[in-house]
């Protein structure tokens, strides 16, 4: 397959400065890629965006369309910008979307293909998207988890196309962690709620933040998990800042430091998912189903924003 032509202008949106590097973002005009790509050029990155779809940020150097899940494309597109780190974002991000094969084709192959050309070309940074979902919440055969709050420790038990193929994605990144000189981490952003959606534009299950609060059902399927993507974009700088001093193939959850609730879930929880009741006692006031202890412990990363100061 043959790479589309170049969309974006030469780089001369650096007006002379030194970028702190060319970083290369895959699903660049997703409602998570627009934060991360705006706040890479926000904090000097030359950043490159690559997406089949429109919507790219104007702040990008560059952008171009192209098939990722040919490999050939793939080391196409490195080989062409040779970005010195790579944040893979690009997927089928909304479980039962399309059909099952089309899901875990698309996004193990994206993910393969992605890594593998960097390591292959000498990236030296590649941070790849995961799913709080491998943790398989929302099984129809019944799930319980180990303990709550939830953390990277926690076993995966993914059950549906989207969920196994992030837990593949988790994996492959882990295999090239094992051997290459590249350094690689995985992220697991929670419900990520981009900047429109706090002004009532709909969310990616469809509805809206208000209705997700007042529907305890809605948010209750995710165990009420959420992050703003300002705040997950931060966190994907820090990890870039930080990743040459971590251990190869680290994987970090990212979410807000409260849930996406009306009330405590040592009560909510229980009335959408029975089999947590003794194991939500403990999530009293605010506190969320899922921690994001080792980001702040390893990364020195809090998410700053909360729906009670930012929902319209």
């Not at 952008?63 to 970005?83: C, K, N, W």
Request: aromatic share 6%; net charge negative.
């Amino acid at each position: 397959m043959q790479l589309v032509a170049v969309l974006g202008l030469a780089r001369d949106c650096q007006k002379g400065k030194t970028p702190v590097s060319r970083t290369l973002v895959t699903g660049s005009a997703g409602r998570l890629g627009r934060s991360v790509v705006s706040a890479l050029a926000a904090a000097g990155h030359e950043v490159i965006g690559v997406d089949n779809m429109p919507g790219t940020p104007a702040d990008a150097a560059d952008s171009l369309p192209a098939d990722l899940t040919d490999l050939g494309e793939a080391y196409e597109v490195i080989a062409r910008f040779r970005p010195d780190a790579v944040v893979h974002l690009a997927a089928i991000a909304t479980p039962f979307s399309r059909s099952d094969q089309v899901i875990f084709q698309t996004n193990t192959r994206l993910a393969f293909n992605v890594c593998d050309a960097s390591v292959a070309l000498g990236v030296g940074k590649v941070v790849v998207a995961s799913s709080p979902t491998v943790i398989g919440y929302g099984s129809p055969g019944g799930w319980t988890p180990s303990y709550l709050p939830l953390d990277e420790d926690h076993p995966s038990q993914p059950w549906n196309a989207y969920s196994l193929s992030k837990h593949v994605a988790e994996e492959t990144m882990r295999s090239f962690a094992r051997t290459a000189a590249t350094k690689l981490a995985a992220v697991r952003p929670c419900f990520v709620i981009a900047p429109e959606e706090w002004e009532g534009a709909p969310t990616q299950s469809g509805h809206t933040v208000t209705e997700r609060l007042d529907r305890p059902e809605i948010a209750g399927v995710s165990l009420f998990n959420y992050i703003d993507a300002r705040d997950a974009a931060d966190l994907f700088i820090t990890l870039l800042d930080r990743l040459p001093d971590l251990p190869n193939g680290e994987t970090f959850f990212a979410g807000a430091a409260d849930a996406l609730a009306r009330e405590p879930l040592a009560e909510l929880l229980p009335q959408v998912m029975p089999s947590t009741a003794g194991l939500a006692a403990g999530l009293t006031g605010t506190a969320p189903a899922f921690s994001s202890a080792k980001a702040e412990r390893m990364l020195g990363w809090q998410a700053k924003r909360s729906w009670r100061t930012e929902l319209a």
